[in-house]
Structures are given as structure tokens and as C-alpha cells.
């Protein structure tokens, strides 16, 4: 048994010594990048495939990508442990967040010179004050998007039409606590940074009074939903609405008059990063404006540098959409960081959202009624088995 | 001593894998997330979510039912075939199992939807399309779909075992189809009912991606609770709170059922 089990020892130790002696010899690293679903453009339409152009330029250099669904569950990923990510791509807010709660790496700004590319508005922004930790990948708007075949013109322009009956069963909501309470918080003219308890309540009951409207709380799904006319609502963010008019032209999009939250999402590295250096030549890749701009022209999503810019189609670098002029855009307001009690009052409430239940008297009596049905029939069982016994024995004595 | 050596990866596996991860959900259940002190707390909150459990617990109950009425009939029908009918049908039933369970009720959601193939068949011959997903109606469907082959290979199994002399027997002493059938064929089946509703119960009540793709926000189940607290509220205390109480809840379930099982059992020497 002993000699067993050292042997065995010896061969998981084997094994994984292997990689790491053969990763010394050829002195390549891989570097796991965590990012968004659909935001990079992977060479599908004949666009620009960043992460092989990028093994290419830096042969030395392998990329292990994944990819997350909401700031909430990359969030989750990292505090869990047990992952290590050399590069992630989170939103403002959550930048502030995991700055605050140190999960951050300053950045060796001396290994990315093509910083200087991105324009000045775009530095030093609230969530990253000195703009140690971060440097922005791109921007964007929060906005309506809604199908012109079913949708009546005259109810468009405010957050109003996701609660409108008119179109119940034919809604998507956003699937993640900050952008839903977002929109249910402009909608009632609060900030949508407020902590209050009351206000968010309130938020939360508005929320609620949409659920039987909605048909799903979705994220990355909504492309699929949208583009086959499943769904004839959703509010997204706009850089998506421009892949989406793509596969249905039939789709629309606006900026609700309330006001509507404006993001940057930022490339940053995690604490626990094994390859820093690595990670910091992709990020000035990702920067280079030839790069920068083929690489958004996919997207959609607006560039936070003009030197790419410059370089872009022009009819998406003047896209309303893209680039909205600054009278809509005094409209958006960006996401700050709640306290660690504002946010759990707010999971909380959106758990309570998505989780609450009308129907509950009724799922009560039937499942009593299920449960006296069950008791009534094992009582019967024993008692018919009782009687057949008493039955054959009865005839035995005759007998 | 040789035999009690067998059993040894077998004990290092159970501790390691089930037993050691139960305690862990023990305890995170009973403490607090953010200064890790014993708290009851977590079970407290799970009365908000009542409602939640009985729906699920109710829907797999008829799942689990409708898998019964379909699948007696054709594990009794596969039973009384020709042997090489038999393994054809056996594997017509197995075959479905070797297809992801998630693309199979992704196929469901393609099949259901507003746009999808059946209302789009029926919109093109001029009919009105029906609303076949996101209702209660749904989630049962892709529970019956899913969970169907764990009740049929039970019962085609126990059926199979059964004697048929117990059957001529039966006929001699002047039964008649339907007696031989309830006083013979069902009572010896039981076992096979029984481990085919535990098959079927179990994974539907826990299940959380069946009602994510087929039912509406309206008709969430305890598995997307359960999965919501870890994956997007982070919360894994209450998680693993709420997953205490649902198998506190499948061992109270599955011990109703067993109680049947155990009483017959004895009218089968009897028989």
C-alpha cells in the first residue's frame, strides 16, 4: 500500500513538474485574460483578430482567454480565489470597488507607452483618481433598444416603455443588480449612485412592478433575443446596439430623456497576476491606435482616444450613437462605487426582485393537499393490507 | 482483512469528496459572511423564500408523475419484446443521454420560442401562435424530457426480473388480466417505481437551468436561487444555507417514499 501510493506521488509529481521545466527551456508565459463576453474583436466579418496578432507580434507570449457576463460575477470569480487572471476588463465602478478593496496592481506605466494615445479627458478620471491601476479600454452610453416592427413610435423616449403592458412578455431587463436599479432609479429621477434606504426600496418596488412584463433577465443573451425578434425591447449598452443593427436592421435605438448611466470599462491587472510584464505589453497593444481602432470598429463601443479615432470608418467614428454629441451626453452620469452596505442592501433587494413570489397561497394549498394525498394513501395501503391478512387468515382457521 | 481493503479508495473518495464538502456547507450555513461568527441568520432568511421551495417541490411532483404514467407503459412494453428489440429500444432510450443535457433543452428553447420552429410553422399555415415557453407548463416539459430515461431503465429492469411463472401461476388460480396486473406485476415493480421516482425527484427538484431557459422570471426555482447566491450576489453563506434545507427537504422526500417500498416489500415474501 505504501510503496502504492509514494509511486503515485512521484507521478503526479512528474506530471506537473513537466510543463513548468518545458515552459523554462522555451521561456513562453501564458496570460489569462478575463474579459466580457463579445468584446474583443475575434476576427469573425472580416475584422482584425486581436489576441493573434498579438501572439504574433510577441511569440513569447500566450493568451489564455475567458470571458465574464457582469462586473458582479467577475467580482465573484476573483474574490472565490482559486483563479488567477493576468488581465481583466472591469467597469468604472467596479475599478473604484476593487481598487478600494487593494485586489489591484499599480501599473508600470514605463511598459506602456502608447498611454499618451488616450485623450486627456479619459485620464485621471474619479474612479482612478492618480490613475495608478487603470487605463481605459473603451466607453459608452446605456440606451434603449427596441424594434421598429413592433414597437409604436409614440411610445418611445423614456424608460417608460420597458414598463409598458403594451408590450409585456416582449421586455428584457438587464441581469445584474447596478445597471437594472440604474434604470428603475432614473426612471423615478433619483442619482444612480443613491444609497438611501428608502429610495432604494422604492427602486426595488418598481422593479418589481415590471417582472410580470419581462420575458428574461439577460445579458450576453440579448443579441440572440433581439436579433431574432424574440424580444422587442432592451435596454443595453449602445456599442452593442451597433453589432445587433448588423444581424436586424428592423432595430432602433435612443437615449431615454430621464438621463442614463455613461461608463468607461478599464484594462487593469489583478492582484495574484503571475505574468505583470506580460500583461502589461498586451495592454499596449490593445492602445496602439491602429489596433485600438480596428479593434472597436468591431466592437462598436466608443474609442477613448482620438489618434484611433482618426483612423476609424468614418461613418462609425461619426455615429450619433457612438460618439453622441455633449448635450446628450450631459444627460448620462457615470456609476461610483457604493459602500460595502450600500451594495449588499442592493443585492439583497435585487434577490428579492427576482425572487419574489405572488403565487404563494396557492402552491401552499397544493402542496398540503399533495402531502394528505400521500398520507391518506400510505393509510389506506396499511389498512387494505390489515384487512386482506386478517382475510386469508380467517380462512386458514376455517380451513 | 483483504476485503476491507477493497472498499479503501472507495472510503477515501466518499470522505474527501461528500463528506468533508457537506461539512463545509454545514458551516458556512451556520456562519456569518462577514465576521465568519455561528449564526442561525442564514436559515432565518430562508423563510422569504417559502414559496420558491414549494413551487419546486411542486413541479417536480407532477414531472415526476407524468414520467411515471409515460414510462411504466414503455419499460412494460420494451420488458415483453424480443431480445434484440429489446437492446434496439434500449438504446433509442439511452441515446438522447449522450447528447448534453444543456443542448437538449437548448434545443427545447428553439423549438418553443415566439420565433421559433413550431409558432413559426403555425404563423406560415395562417394559425395564431401559441405561448408554448416561459410558463409553468414548459419547466415541467423539460423536466419530463430530461429526467424520463432515469425512470424507464429502473422499471424496464425490475420488470424484466420478474418471474413469469408467477404470472401462469397467477392465471391458473383464475386471476384475470387486471388482477394478475395489480396483484402481481405492480406490487413486484415497486422497487423500480421507487428508484425511478428518486431518479426523476431528486435532479428536478434541484435543477436550475431547465427553468432558466424554458419558464419566465415568474416561475424561478430553488436551483437558480441556490446558483444566483453563489455565482452573482456572492453570498455563499445563505447559498449554502438554502442548500442545507433543500436536502433536508429531498431526505424527507425520498424517506415518505421509501416507506412504501419497505411495507410492500413484505407482502412480496408474502405472495
Request: charged letters at 20%; aromatic letters at 12%.
Amino acid at each position: 500500500m505504501k510503496r502504492l501510493l509514494s509511486l503515485l506521488l512521484i507521478a503526479i509529481l512528474l506530471v506537473n513538474a513537466l510543463p513548468a521545466a518545458v515552459f523554462a527551456a522555451e521561456e513562453t508565459v501564458t496570460i489569462n485574460i478575463y474579459n466580457w463576453g463579445q468584446y474583443i474583436s475575434d476576427g469573425t466579418d472580416d475584422c482584425i483578430d486581436v489576441i493573434s496578432e498579438f501572439e504574433a507580434a510577441y511569440p513569447n507570449i500566450k493568451v489564455n482567454y475567458m470571458t465574464f457576463d457582469s462586473n458582479e460575477s467577475m467580482y465573484t470569480k476573483l474574490k472565490a480565489g482559486g483563479s488567477t487572471f493576468d488581465i481583466i476588463i472591469p467597469s468604472d465602478y467596479m475599478v473604484q470597488k476593487l481598487i478600494e478593496e487593494d485586489m489591484l496592481e499599480q501599473l508600470d506605466f514605463s511598459n506602456i507607452p502608447n498611454f499618451e494615445y488616450i485623450d486627456d479627458s479619459f485620464k485621471n478620471l474619479a474612479y482612478d483618481p492618480e490613475n495608478l491601476y487603470s487605463v481605459p479600454y473603451t466607453w459608452g452610453c446605456v440606451g434603449v433598444i427596441y424594434n421598429t416592427k413592433y414597437v409604436d413610435p409614440e411610445d418611445i423616449g423614456s424608460w417608460d416603455l420597458l414598463w409598458n403592458a403594451k408590450y409585456a412578455g416582449k421586455i428584457l431587463m438587464f441581469d445584474n443588480p447596478r445597471d437594472a436599479f440604474a434604470i428603475a432609479e432614473a426612471k423615478l429621477g433619483y442619482s444612480i449612485n443613491t444609497e438611501d434606504s428608502t429610495l432604494l426600496t422604492l427602486a426595488a418596488n418598481e422593479l418589481r412592478a415590471q417582472k410580470p412584463l419581462v420575458q428574461a433577465y439577460v445579458m450576453d443573451q440579448i443579441f440572440d433575443k433581439m436579433e431574432r425578434g424574440e424580444a422587442w425591447i432592451a435596454p443595453y449598452y449602445a456599442g452593442d446596439y451597433l453589432l445587433m443593427v448588423e444581424e436586424n436592421p428592423d432595430l432602433a435605438f435612443y437615449f431615454p430623456e430621464e438621463g442614463f448611466n455613461r461608463f468607461v470599462d478599464a484594462i487593469c491587472v489583478p492582484k495574484g497576476a503571475e505574468h505583470k510584464d506580460a500583461a502589461e505589453a498586451f495592454i499596449n497593444f490593445l492602445l496602439d491606435p491602429e489596433i485600438c481602432a480596428q479593434n472597436l470598429e468591431y466592437l462598436g463601443y466608443s474609442a477613448p482616444s482620438s489618434a484611433a479615432k482618426e483612423l476609424m470608418d468614418p461613418e462609425l467614428a461619426d455615429n450619433p450613437i457612438a460618439y453622441p454629441d455633449e448635450e446628450t451626453l450631459a444627460n448620462g452620469s457615470f456609476f461610483s462605487a457604493l459602500s460595502q452596505r450600500g451594495t449588499q442592501e442592493m443585492d439583497s433587494l435585487w434577490t428579492m426582485v427576482k425572487t419574489a413570489d405572488t403565487a404563494t397561497t396557492v402552491y401552499l394549498i397544493m402542496t398540503i393537499a399533495a402531502i394528505a394525498l400521500v398520507v391518506f394513501l400510505w393509510i389506506f395501503f396499511k389498512v387494505r393490507k390489515r384487512k386482506r391478512k386478517a382475510r386469508r387468515c380467517a380462512k386458514w382457521k376455517t380451513a | 482483512m483483504k476485503r476491507k481493503w477493497l472498499s479503501g479508495p472507495y472510503v477515501l473518495w466518499m470522505v474527501l469528496f461528500t463528506l468533508i464538502p457537506l461539512g463545509v456547507v454545514l458551516y458556512f450555513a451556520l456562519t456569518d459572511a462577514a465576521t465568519g461568527k455561528f449564526t442561525l441568520s442564514n436559515l432565518a432568511k430562508i423563510a422569504d423564500y417559502w414559496p420558491i421551495f414549494l413551487r419546486s417541490i411542486w413541479l417536480s411532483i407532477i414531472a415526476t408523475l407524468i414520467c411515471l404514467l409515460i414510462g411504466y407503459p414503455v419499460a412494460y412494453f420494451i420488458a415483453h419484446c424480443k431480445p434484440t428489440t429489446q437492446r434496439l429500444l434500449q438504446m433509442m432510450i439511452m441515446l438522447p443521454m449522450c447528447i448534453s443535457f444543456l443542448l437538449r433543452t437548448l434545443a427545447w428553447v428553439a423549438l418553443l420560442d415566439d420565433t421559433g420552429i413550431i409558432n413559426n410553422f403555425l404563423t406560415s399555415i395562417g394559425l395564431s401562435p401559441l405561448p408554448l415557453i416561459r410558463n409553468n407548463g414548459a419547466v415541467i416539459l423539460g423536466m419530463v424530457y430530461n429526467y424520463l430515461p432515469y425512470m424507464i431503465l429502473p422499471l424496464f429492469t425490475v420488470l424484466m426480473k420478474i418471474d413469469p411463472r408467477l404470472i401462469e401461476a397467477a392465471e391458473d388460480l383464475g386471476c384475470n388480466s387486471r388482477q394478475v396486473f395489480s396483484r402481481v406485476i405492480l406490487p413486484l415493480s415497486v422497487p423500480g417505481i421507487v428508484s425511478g421516482i428518486t431518479m426523476v425527484f431528486v435532479p428536478a427538484v434541484s435543477t436550475f437551468y431547465i427553468s432558466q431557459k424554458l419558464g419566465s422570471p415568474g416561475t424561478i426555482l430553488i436551483g437558480d436561487v441556490i446558483e444566483s447566491q453563489f455565482k452573482a450576489a456572492y453570498n455563499p453563506n445563505f447559498g449554502a444555507a438554502l442548500s442545507l434545507v433543500l436536502m433536508v427537504l429531498i431526505f424527507v422526500c425520498v424517506g415518505v417514499m421509501n416507506r412504501f417500498t419497505n411495507d410492500d416489500e413484505e407482502s412480496m415474501v408474502t405472495l
